[in-house]
């Protein structure tokens, strides 16, 4: 049988042709080298993330009372990620396609215990070696989490086979299906959201004087009881399976579009208002979601309250980097230069224990002369490196930022700006001589700081949506194409450096007020290396993509100086940082919730790419749109 026989086959009675079943194989038809591959990988993650402290520092922390903790799921969800990557297979044009079934299970569990022969190995060398000299967490508290507390033979034994039964796991997702691999993970992920949550989930209950809920989801040591994590499972799984009959139902009950004109001549539109055009879910999203922002931190209590402010406060710099990186295509590392520019100005000009200059002026005040002085930086930063691009310009930018931090540090301007004492006792916000925001009023902190984001974001997006906005989409896109059409490249560059710094001034303006001080190291360069992760990871040119980066990166894990929902991940936070960077840019470039235009531009080089993999030896490649390409081989 030839491959056309082998990929079609007959259909009874009709001239037509269909796919034949794909072929099955036997268990241990395996490629044993990727085996050995994978395994081999996993076993060196699995010692580095023990190695690190990890499981140690986030024992502490339960997610599920009392049989698992986040120190524990740090060794657990390593094993079906690779065994589930192991059973993917890429099927090429002309290549047979095999059904899926026992095998990928039997790849994914070997590869499993292969991968956790590792903390075998690790659990009997802590026993009979000590190397705590080079390696500081060689201890005996990382021996007994490895032991579980009980006997060194009993986790050299159990972790092989915890790594092959999680590493099945992973492999038997190819196997079920997509819809029940989708609802498995959307489970998981709502007991880890449950539990993460956790402060959150208690300041609302306790807001709305139901601690009843809360004591019944929480045990006492923190984790979610038995019974809470059972009835989160179920409902996520009916929540599942509720939207995707939904879906079906809506799929074979959606009207086709009529395509005939509108009687009043309207074109072929129908001569409506524009409101009428909008779906009836924005409509009610845009009513709600004001009028929760405004009400629920009237239920929530401090600690949240201030951990959204400190979201906040990075969502409105990320809005001003988005506009530089996301819609201009320039890459900023000295970003932080903006936001301590509105910190100090906000700071001389505001506390009265400023050494030279003590004015006293109202805060609002002093708000307008730093988004002043913010875009003379802006002007004076952007305008020398405007002729750049690519690495040289991210060089540069990366030096006026640190040239920034120093300046402040240094001794010339201690007179003006304290030097490494910085500037403190700066007062609160007077709204109107109504009431005054101050930083242990966390409530009143982030009702500021929402008003402000919504000035950046109606902002933002009235210029993404203006001539100045194509013009920056334009230079993103290619400068010269841009040049060449008419667009004023430098006037679009120096115009996305003074918008994005004036944004950030807010930022800075409202730390300085909320924290009562202002010092040198608030403003280091990882500052700006964060709110371009925060940018990147939410996805680049999008307002909501920006806002959904921050709300999950810096909610969670914190920003350089302020905590998050997990304090346990304090000292690990640039470690996850990266890694999320790089998983980012090798999975999904175009960031968690991208622009169209963005995802589109991404998606058209791939599609180029494939093309010139896939073309013909007469050396041109045919294009999705069914023409042909120039793109020959070399």
Sequence with gaps: MNMIEALTAARPGSGKTRAAAPARRRLLDQDWRRLACAGAVLAVGQVFIALTGM???????????????????????????????VGREQVLEGMAAYAKGG?????????????????????LGITHFDVRDPLVHWSPQLLGILEFDQSVWLGALVWPAIGAATGALGGAMHWMGDKTARTMVLALSTVFAAAVLESVIVDLSQGFHIEAVSDWLYGPQRGLTLAATAVIVAVAVAA????????????????????????????????????????????????????????????LGRLTNELLANVGLFILLALGLNIIVGLAGILDLGYVAFFAVGGYSVAV????????????????????????????????????????????????????????????????????FNGA?????????????????????????????????????????????SRIGRAWMAVRE???????????????????????????????????????SVFPHSFAIIVSIVILVVVIFGGMGNIAGVVAGAVVLIGVLGGPNQPGLLQEFAEYKILIYGALLVWMMLQRPEGLIPSARR???????????????????????TDDAGGTSDRGRP
């Design 421 to 465: 004492q910085g500037i403190t006792n700066i007062p609160g916000v007077e709204v109107f001589g109504l009431a005054t925001v101050r930083g242990f009023e966390p409530r009143s902190v982030l009702y500021l700081v929402l008003f402000f984001c919504a000035i950046a974001i109606y902002v933002s997006w009235r210029l993404e949506n």
């Design 240 to 299: 599942s399976a509720g939207f995707s009959w939904a879906r079906a139902a809506s799929g074979r009950t959606a009207p086709q579009a009529s395509a005939q004109p509108d009687a009043a001549g309207a074109g072929s539109l129908p001569a409506q208002t524009a409101w009428r055009r909008i779906p009836a879910r924005k409509l009610l999203g845009w009513a709600f979601a004001p009028a929760a922002i405004i009400v629920l931190p009237l239920f």
């Design 599 to 621: 995802a589109r531009e991404l998606q058209a080089n791939d599609v180029n790419q494939d093309a010139w993999l896939r073309a013909q030896p007469a050396g041109r490649a």
């Design 478 to 516: 290619d400068e010269s194409v841009a040049e060449a059409m008419g667009v004023d490249t430098v006037s679009a560059k120096i115009m996305a450096f003074v918008t994005g710094a004036v944004l950030g001034s807010f930022s800075g303006a409202i730390l300085s007020a909320k924290v009562g």
């Design 349 to 416: 000009l505001t506390s009265p224990g400023s050494p030279r200059f003590d004015p006293e002026i109202p805060w609002f005040g002093a708000l307008f002369a730093a988004m002043l002085l913010a875009g003379l930086a802006g002007l004076l930063i952007g305008a020398p490196v405007i002729r750049m691009r690519g690495d040289y310009l991210a060089v540069v930018t990366l030096g006026f930022g640190e040239i920034i931090r120093i300046l402040l540090l240094s001794d010339w301007l201690s007179g003006t």
């Design 103 to 123: 095998r990928d299970v039997v790849a994914g569990a070997m590869a499993g215990l292969l991968g956790n022969l590792g903390l075998t190995l690790l659990v």
């Design 55 to 85: 499981p140690v520092t986030f024992d502490r922390r339960l997610l599920i009372d009392p049989i698992l903790s986040l120190g524990y799921l740090a060794l657990l969800w390593l094993p079906p990620v690779v065994g589930n990557w």
